[in-house]
Every structure is written in structure tokens, then in C-alpha cells.
């Protein structure tokens, strides 16, 4: 109750929201808001201008852009939206294992982390694709492969935080099962934590989806992506700027959006924060401690 009085209280974080709502709900239900078949090839609108029957405008093929935009929100936000969930998943379970347990178990795992960790995300992206080939699919397999040793080593550390913890070590000495003690003592303190890293790391994972699209090695035609519509607009970028405007915007608008509720998440979430801001609005005794952070 606290952490949603928290955010409800920042009007950028409530806003950001909104906007990733009607994103996710547009992608969802792409074929009820996009006025046409993203992939309907019309030479005779061949890059015509903005009209009421196509409000955005068509590009090199007489596609409906408003339409490729709708339905490109499907792998640009959602598809990595599934990425980010297996990812966190998989580096959670590792994490709360090597955290809790320790000993050879946590020795073991960090180094399979330290030698998937050794590698830039990039040329780890890269990697993959080039061996698996071109297409969303190896793209999700890459950010899966590239991202849960980063989650796994981030949410290891907070859950050695916490489990030294007093009323932890009492539940162990009082005969509590392990699983029982994570459930109930450290998922609950460490969601912070997870929630967190995850929200911030769903915007490199867009902008890394996109610029995969953009050099040709992401999402493959006719199928809509708002990085491969930037590659296609480019030879008319000069003459028809607003072709590349739409999903550039696009992809600043949902990417600041994830931002801005990270920022918020951070301080409504963290236990260390809130505290912190308690005592700075006591002090100050004049505006919110969100407010006066940002400022």
C-alpha cells in the first residue's frame, strides 16, 4: 500500500504508465486498432502523404504506417517483454540459490556468471545471431543468453543482504524449511530489487531489438518492426523525414516511459530509499522526497 501511495504520488511515473498500458493493450489487440493490414502492398499510395484513411501515411510499398506501427509494437515491446520475464526467471532461480545456500553451490554458479559476464552484451547479441541466423527468435534466445547472468549476479547480492538478517537466521534455527524461508522472508524484501533491474533493463532490450532490425539482422520483412521501418525510410529521410519520425518516436516515447518508472520503482520499492526519504521530508518539511531528488 505504501510503495502504490508512493508512486501514485509521482505524476511522470503515473503518466509513464499510461502510455506502456495503451502500448501493451494496442499490441495485444493490434487487429481491432490498426485501421489496416500492416503488410497490404499498394504501389498507387507509394509514399503518399497523411490522409483521414491513412492518418501517418504510406511508405515505399503503399503499406499503411500508422498500421506497421501498431503491429510493430508486438516484437519491439512485448516479445521483449517475454525476454526480460524468462531472463529475470531464470537469473532469480540462480540467484536465490547461490545467495541463500552459499558454500561450493554459490562458488560454481558465479563462475559460469563471471565467464557469461566476461563477454560485452553486444558482441554476445551479435554472436548468437550470427550463428543462429537472422530473425526474433534468435534475437529473444540472445537476450536470454546475454541477461540472466547479470540478474542472477544482481539478485544473488541482494539475497545475501537478507539473508543475514536476524529474523532469517531465527526461522532457520527454529526448524523452518529453506523454501518456506525464501517464500516467505527474502522474495518479499528482495521484489524491490528485481523490480528495479527489470524495468530498467526492458529499455536497452528495446533499443537493442531495434538497432538489431535497423542493420537488418532483427525482424525480417514484410513482418512490421519499428527498427526495420527506420532501415526503410532512410533512402527518403531528407525528402520524407516524417516516415522515420514515426517510429523514432515511437521508440523514445516507450523507452523514456520504462525510464521514468524505473526512476519511480526505485524510490517507492527501496526499503534503503524510503527510509532515507522519510527522514529528508522531515527535515525539509516542504515538498515530497521524489520531488526533491528530481530536483
Avoid at 152 to 157: C, D, P, Y
Avoid at 209 to 227: D, H, M, R, T, V
Wanted: charged share 15%; net charge positive; proline share 4%.
Amino acid at each position: 500500500m505504501r510503495t502504490l501511495k508512493n508512486l501514485s504520488r509521482d505524476r511522470l511515473a503515473i503518466a509513464s504508465l499510461i502510455v506502456i498500458a495503451i502500448t501493451i493493450v494496442a499490441g495485444v489487440f493490434a487487429p481491432l486498432f490498426a485501421p489496416h493490414d500492416p503488410a497490404e502492398v499498394n504501389m498507387k499510395l507509394r509514399y503518399a502523404s497523411s490522409s483521414w484513411e491513412y492518418a501517418l501515411g504510406n511508405d515505399h510499398l503503399g503499406r499503411c504506417i500508422l498500421s506497421r506501427i501498431i503491429y510493430g509494437i508486438r516484437p519491439s515491446v512485448l516479445w521483449v517483454l517475454v525476454a526480460l520475464i524468462l531472463s529475470v526467471f531464470i537469473g532469480a532461480v540462480i540467484g536465490f540459490i547461490s545467495g541463500y545456500f552459499r558454500g561450493k553451490t554459490d562458488a560454481f554458479l558465479m563462475r559460469i556468471c563471471d565467464i557469461m559476464l566476461s563477454f560485452p552484451g553486444y558482441v554476445m547479441t551479435l554472436a548468437v545471431v550470427g550463428i543462429l541466423g537472422a530473425g526474433l527468435e534468435n534475437i529473444l534466445i540472445a537476450f536470454v543468453v546475454m541477461k540472466w547472468a547479470w540478474f542472477a549476479r544482481v539478485i544473488r547480492t541482494s539475497v545475501m543482504q537478507y539473508a543475514e538478517m536476524n529474523y532469517v537466521k531465527f526461522a532457520k534455527a527454529s526448524g523452518i524449511g529453506h523454501w518456506r524461508i525464501m517464500v516467505k522472508h527474502i522474495i518479499p524484501v528482495t521484489f524491490a530489487d528485481i523490480a528495479v533491474i527489470s524495468s530498467g533493463s526492458i529499455c536497452s532490450m528495446i533499443l537493442q531489438i531495434s538497432g538489431l532490425s535497423f542493420l537488418g539482422l532483427g525482424i525480417q520483412a514484410p513482418n512490421a518492426e519499428w527498427g526495420m521501418m527506420l532501415n526503410e525510410a532512410r533512402e527518403v529521410m531528407f525528402s520524407r523525414p516524417e516516415l522515420m519520425l514515426a517510429p523514432g518516436l515511437a521508440i523514445i516515447l516507450i523507452v523514456s516511459a520504462f525510464n521514468f518508472v524505473s526512476d519511480a520503482l526505485q524510490v517507492a520499492l527501496d526499503p534503503k530509499l524510503t527510509t532515507s526519504n522519510a527522514s529528508l521530508q522531515e527535515e525539509e518539511g516542504k515538498q515530497p522526497v521524489y520531488e526533491y531528488i528530481r530536483s
